[in-house]
């Protein structure tokens, strides 16, 4: 009888291939990492200069909660911790903690990260929000003054760092509700504001859930979501 992880093996590598083999069209860049992709965890793209732990990383390095991962300007990684995958554009860094398999608090600290969970709470946060997460795509970008959420499909609770009465659930199923929290504001309704999608694509988080043996729920079939 096959063991759970290689029943979600199996179904991980049939996700890869009907993704390389047609659905939607990927980059070349996107569909190496696909190809690529054939340990669970760990880098599975780096471009450029990636550090884990403050040491220099390689495709193939292996991360676990607890790890911190960070970019150099003109680089980016593509990672996998778990049932959860990872984008991170140039010039930021992640915090990870948790327990042996899962992360489940983040911090980004400075930069651009898309990721994709799995089932079960996360909690990310920022220099100016605090990011509730069940079961969602979501795009952040983290400054000190402002961080942007963009809930790709999924359920989230906002809130803001400095202000903890500015607070907003939101559920949406395709970039609905992108938002800006902010870290000053004169009152609770201005401290979350709408904000435009930006800088992240449908390709990229089909990629990455498929990278964990998904699909998001936009595709329209396979694995949906439920929460």
């Not at 049932?83 to 860094?93: H, I, V």
């Not at 992108?178 to 992240?200: D, F, Q, T």
């Not at 449908?202 to 859930?209: A, G, I, K, R, S």
Request: proline share 5%.
């Amino acid at each position: 009888m096959e063991q759970g992880g290689d029943l979600f093996e199996r179904a991980r590598r049939r996700w890869l291939k009907r993704a390389l083999l047609g659905g939607m069209a990927m980059p070349l860049l996107l569909r190496s990492v696909l190809a690529a992709s054939d340990r669970p965890n760990g880098l599975l793209q780096v471009k450029g200069e990636v550090l884990v732990n403050g040491r220099p990383a390689k495709l193939g390095t292996a991360l676990k909660p607890g790890d911190s991962v960070a970019t150099a300007p003109g680089s980016s990684a593509v990672f996998v911790i778990g049932g959860d995958a990872f984008l991170m554009r140039e010039k930021s860094e992640l915090l990870t903690a948790g327990g042996a398999v899962l992360a489940d608090s983040l911090r980004l600290v400075t930069g651009k990260l898309l990721s994709v969970f799995g089932r079960g709470s996360r909690r990310v946060a920022t220099s100016t929000a605090t990011i509730g997460i069940r079961g969602t795509g979501i795009y952040i970008e983290a400054e000190p003054e402002r961080s942007y959420v963009c809930t790709c499909y999924g359920l989230v609770d906002l809130q803001a760092a400095n202000m903890p009465e500015a607070r907003e659930t939101v559920s949406t199923t395709h970039h609905d509700a992108p938002r800006y929290i902010h870290a000053r504001g004169e009152s609770p309704i201005k401290m979350i504001a709408l904000a435009p999608v930006i800088n992240h694509t449908d390709v990229e988080l089909v990629m990455l859930e498929a990278l964990v043996g998904r699909k998001p729920p936009f595709v329209g079939s396979g694995t949906e979501y439920k929460y």
